[in-house]
Structure formats: structure tokens, C-alpha cells
T-cell receptor
Framework: KAGVTQTPRYLIKTRGQQVTLSCSPI?????VSWYQQTPGQGLQFLFE???????NKGNFPGRFSGRQFSNSRSEMNVSTLELGDSALYLC?????????????FGEGSWLTVV | GESVGLHLPTLSVQEGDNSIINCAYS??????FIWYKQESGKGPQFIID?????DKRQGQRVTVLLNKTVKHLSLQIAATQPGDSAVYFC????????FGTGTSLTVIP
């Protein structure tokens, strides 16, 4: 069974631009969550989707948004990029309706904002 | 916000020795905990989990201990191997998952 797939793996953007990251969960998984990882802050929760509905959201500004499609694939978008948005963005999926279950991560998308 | 802290940012052990990685969590209402391993350039990999109704759980070469009284979690790795070198995170589930910044484990051959 294929794992969580994230694209693109690496990207460089300029301040003020916007970016869209994509995530394909493990087959059969309906919950997708997104995390930002930086050396100083560690892994921080962005949001979680289940059956196309956002169930939970972390403490990030409105520039960070996401969505989930009917096939459980998910995208996250960051608008008006800032230098501080440079990070590894991780997507995780879970098979359970209850979010308190094991989440499996993808390899991440490395975003550099210059 | 919630914080999940690790006592030591780095840990070095000799190959073949046992490793213990500790984690202090913040919220006594957290009821699910996970340990992850992250190798350089890769995403976090699930190691083992434990629910708050248990105090110990064993996997292959790994054991997680949960002490709810002091809000402490530990990961024990038996017979540590070079391939175990990585950053290890604990996570607690409260209203969302909260992760620590990690402990970097280095295995000395």
C-alpha cells in the first residue's frame, strides 16, 4: 500500500507570492492533517480535514488555508508568502473517524521563501 | 498553547546499549500519545503509541512507558543500532496533536 504522497518535494518562492501544496493520503484514509515543521518551533498543527470538512484548525493566520476533495486528497495554500513561512510542510493521514488515532506522515514539501 | 517538552535535546549511546528518550507532556487530559522517528530529509515515521488507560506498551525492540502522575512519557530502545540514529518526537493528543521539538539520538559504533 502506498504511503502518503506529497508534491512538490521542493520549491522556492518569492515573498508575496502564493503556493499550493498537494497531499494524497494512504488509500482508504479519510482524515488528512497538515503540519509546519521548523527548527525552532518543531511540528505545529495547521489544520485537519475529514470527509471534505475542516474539523480542527491550529493557530496560524488566515493566509494558511486548505481543502479536501471527495477522493480525500488535500491541498494547502499559503498566500502572501513571508520569509518566516520557509519550512517543511508535512501532510499526515489517518483511517479513523476519531482523530485521536495514529497519523502517518508523508515525506513533506520543503518550501523556501526568498 | 500546549507544550510537549523533551528533557534532552541530544543523546549519544554506544551500539548495542539501550536508549531511553524522555518526554514531559503538559495536559493531564491528553489521552493518546505517539512516538515518531525522523531521519534527515524524511518525514516522521510512526514507532509506537499508547493510550492513557495503559502504562506500558511494547513493540519490536521498543517500549513506551507512560506515567500519568507526573505527566511523563519515555521511549526505550533495546540494543540500539546505527540505524536508530535519528530525531525522536513524542506527541500528545489533547484538542489536537502537540509535538515536542525532538531528541537527536546518535548511535556510536
Amino acid at each position: 500500500k502506498a504511503g502518503v504522497t506529497q508534491t512538490p518535494r521542493y520549491l522556492i518562492k518569492t515573498r508575496g507570492q502564493q503556493v499550493t501544496l498537494s497531499c494524497s493520503p494512504i488509500s482508504g484514509h479519510r482524515s488528512v492533517s497538515w503540519y509546519q515543521q521548523t527548527p525552532g518551533q518543531g511540528l505545529q498543527f495547521l489544520f485537519e480535514y475529514f470527509s471534505e470538512t475542516q474539523r480542527n484548525k491550529g493557530n496560524f493566520p488566515g493566509r494558511f488555508s486548505g481543502r479536501q476533495f471527495s477522493n480525500s486528497r488535500s491541498e494547502m495554500n499559503v498566500s502572501t508568502l513571508e520569509l518566516g513561512d520557509s519550512a517543511l510542510y508535512l501532510c499526515a493521514s489517518s483511517s479513523q473517524g476519531d482523530w485521536r488515532n495514529t497519523i502517518y506522515f508523508g515525506e513533506g514539501s520543503w518550501l523556501t521563501v526568498v | 498553547g500546549e507544550s510537549v517538552g523533551l528533557h534532552l535535546p541530544t543523546l549519544s549511546v554506544q551500539e548495542g546499549d539501550n536508549s531511553i528518550i524522555n518526554c514531559a507532556y503538559s495536559n493531564s487530559a491528553s489521552d493518546y500519545f505517539i512516538w515518531y522517528k525522523q531521519e534527515s530529509g524524511k518525514g516522521p515515521q510512526f514507532i509506537i503509541d499508547i493510550r492513557s488507560n495503559m502504562d506500558k506498551r511494547q513493540g519490536q525492540r521498543v517500549t513506551v512507558l507512560l506515567n500519568k502522575t507526573v505527566k511523563h512519557l519515555s521511549l526505550q530502545i533495546a540494543a540500539t543500532q546505527p540505524g536508530d540514529s535519528a530525531v525522536y518526537f513524542c506527541a500528545e493528543a489533547f484538542n489536537q496533536f502537540y509535538f515536542g521539538t525532538g531528541t537527536s539520538l546518535t548511535v556510536i559504533p
